[in-house]
């Protein structure tokens, strides 16, 4: 049971990445077009540039990305990995 938890949570962790991913994508091409890895550091921080995000979401479709949900992705994964080395630790 404790396995499987860890294995739920893991599996959470990949879905949270991946939205993170195409929410980061979304977002910075709607803003910078075809350049949008020039905010690359936005993906996981926000950085001097980043700053500059808020006005510009003022006047896209997509809301504003906040690297939050990449770092509850990442908490997430590390959460999972203790809990399954946990329940394959007790048996």
Same mark, same amino acid.
């Given at each position: 049971m404790i396995v499987r938890t860890g294995n739920? +949570?893991?599996l959470c962790s990949v879905a949270a990445f991946v939205v993170a991913t195409a929410w980061w994508i979304a977002f910075f091409h709607? @803003? +910078?077009g075809d350049r949008f890895q020039l905010a690359r550091e936005c993906f996981y921080w926000n950085a001097d540039l980043?700053?500059?995000k808020t006005?510009?979401?003022l006047f896209v479709d997509v809301p504003v990305y906040n690297p939050a949900l +990449?770092? @509850?992705a990442g908490a997430?994964? @590390?959460g999972g990995l203790a809990v399954? +080395?946990?329940g394959l630790a007790r048996r």
């Open positions: 739920l +949570l893991i709607e @803003v +910078l980043c700053a500059l006005p510009a979401g +990449l770092w @509850v997430l994964f @590390v399954r +080395l946990h």
